[in-house]
């Protein structure tokens, strides 16, 4: 077992500055990066906190009672995080994903949803708004999370043996109520739902083949993912990666496949569909084919740094600007001047970096800016 590494220094405290540049960027909507990437999918967190213990991104050990989770007052409140989304739509931005940490647990998110559900595109058109939760507070939750204006969800969910799944979750969860959730979601119109799966080799390759067969035939799509090297507390390892490649080769062994076109430029998953007609699978492969070329999404921090890429060392602090005197220009511009200056491409750079030794600066945790 790897040794589990206790982040130091903890980068939350150690963000950019994000200045109001001289000159000005002004929203117009097509803003790209040094590679020429638009900026329009935003993943905002709008928690650090979860019910779930799951070893691949919050485990135990580290997120345990002590850990300094973020006090309340420094999260951005809705309405700080509806205007810097408007300002990130106002440069392009189409999709807005909530995330967290478990984004269910955070108080009375249907306000925010609402919120966000108003805001339009620069054409004009309604955002593509989604959410990624655990499930575990779904069925509670769905209905009024589309009356609020939320348009489709995607579950996380591990395996379907009940135990495989209490040991992922790492709190012993039942995967009943995550079905059940999922199932309330459907009723409620929240669609198409997708749901993902972290495939890591050793804890739950052998049930890629049970979570095809139960979701083949229906409306909803399954996503495997490759197991990451994402934050610097869950000991990743290379040998504990089941590339993409073999996922698809398992399936198509016994229900065979058609490899389908992308539905949009800087979608992560490759699609695949059941040769029968029977729906559609994707795989989402970070590591072994990363897809940095078409990246165009940003995203939010909880408590309002932006991060340029999944495994970033350091945010750009947007909150000071929001709660000192900037303008909603001024905002826009320092925003769009932090975009037009990324260059992230981790995915396509990690096999040519040097080992991990844990000595560099550590990688942001994913529960705290979201997958
Ligand atoms: S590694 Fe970073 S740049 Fe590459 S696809 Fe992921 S988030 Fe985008």
């Known amino acids: 077992m790897a040794e589990r590494v206790i982040p130091l220094v903890d980068q939350r405290f150690a963000a950019l500055a994000a200045a109001v540049p001289a000159q000005a960027v002004p929203a117009t909507g097509l803003l790209s990066d040094t590679l020429g990437r638009p900026l329009r999918d935003l993943r905002i967190s709008v928690t650090d906190r979860c019910n779930f213990r799951c070893s691949y991104?919050?485990?135990?050990?580290?997120?345990?009672?002590?850990?300094?989770?973020?006090?309340?007052?420094?999260?951005?409140?809705?309405?700080?995080?509806?205007?810097?989304?408007?300002q990130f739509v106002a440069h392009g931005v189409r999709k807005?994903?909530?995330?967290?940490?478990?984004?269910?647990?955070?108080k009375n998110i249907e306000i925010l949803v609402e919120q966000l559900a108003a805001l339009k595109t620069v054409d004009g058109l309604p955002l593509d708004l989604t959410l990624t939760t655990n499930g575990s507070?779904?069925?509670?939750?769905?209905k009024s999370l589309k009356a609020a204006g939320?348009?489709?969800?995607?579950?996380?969910?591990?395996?379907?043996?009940?135990?495989?799944f209490r040991s992922m979750n790492d709190v012993d969860f039942p995967v009943a109520e995550v079905l059940a959730g999922i199932e309330a979601a459907r009723e409620a119109g929240l669609g198409?739902?997708?749901?993902?799966?972290?495939?890591?080799?050793?804890?739950n390759e052998h049930e890629i083949l049970p979570m095809a067969r139960h979701f083949k035939g229906t409306d909803i799509v399954l996503r495997f993912i490759e197991y990451m090297d994402v934050g610097a507390t869950n000991g990743w390892r290379m040998d504990e990666v089941l590339p993409s490649a073999e996922v698809v080769k398992l399936?198509?062994?016994?229900?065979p496949l058609v490899q389908l076109d992308p539905s949009a430029r800087g979608e992560t998953a490759e699609r695949w569909g059941y040769a029968d007609g029977g729906g559609e699978i994707g795989v989402i492969s970070s590591v072994t084919q990363a897809f940095c070329g078409d990246c165009n999404r940003a995203r939010l921090s909880t408590e309002g740094q932006l991060y340029l890429c999944l495994f970033a060392t350091q945010g750009h602090d947007l909150r000071s600007l929001v709660r000192g005197n900037a303008s909603d220009e001024e905002l826009a511009s320092a925003i769009g001047n932090i975009w037009h200056g990324r260059a992230d491409r981790y995915s396509q750079l990690r096999s040519s970096m040097e080992p991990d030794t844990g000595k560099g600066a550590r990688r942001v945790e994913m529960s705290y800016i979201g997958g």
């Open 57 to 86: 991104c919050m485990p135990k050990e580290v997120f345990d009672k002590d850990y300094p989770y973020l006090p309340h007052s420094a999260l951005l409140t809705f309405e700080e995080i509806t205007r810097v989304a408007r």
């Open 96 to 106: 807005i994903r909530l995330t967290g940490g478990e984004p269910l647990l955070r």
């Open 137 to 142: 507070l779904l069925a509670r939750k769905a």
């Open 150 to 164: 939320l348009q489709r969800v995607t579950v996380s969910l591990d395996g379907l043996d009940d135990a495989v």
């Open 192 to 203: 198409p739902i997708k749901v993902n799966m972290v495939v890591k080799r050793g804890t």
């Open 251 to 255: 399936i198509n062994a016994e229900l």
